[in-house]
């Protein structure tokens, strides 16, 4: 969550951005970008041989949506 929440305080941030800020192995934030790659919640490009990641704000707004739909309670009527 809180690498998910770094790359969403920005355009985009580097593999090697979240490395240094979260004092982490660069193995540790890859193996984590792919799962949050595979879930759809950020893309990632390559510029030569650095990672780029960006949050996919539209796919993380439709999941909040649909989790409050799921557990929020009913208004009375």
Avoid: N, W
């Avoid at 660069?26 to 893309?43: E, F, N, P, Q, R």
Wanted: net charge positive; glycine share 6%; charged share 25%.
């Amino acid at each position: 969550m809180a690498l998910l929440e770094s790359i969403g305080s920005a355009a985009e941030y580097s593999c090697q951005e979240l490395c240094r800020e979260a004092g982490v192995s660069k193995g540790t934030v890859s193996h984590h970008m792919d799962v949050l790659v595979k879930a759809g919640l950020i893309v990632e490009r390559r510029r030569g041989q650095f990672m780029f990641y960006e949050v996919r704000r539209d796919v993380i707004a439709a999941y909040a949506a649909e989790l409050i739909r799921r557990v929020a309670p009913s208004a009375p009527t």
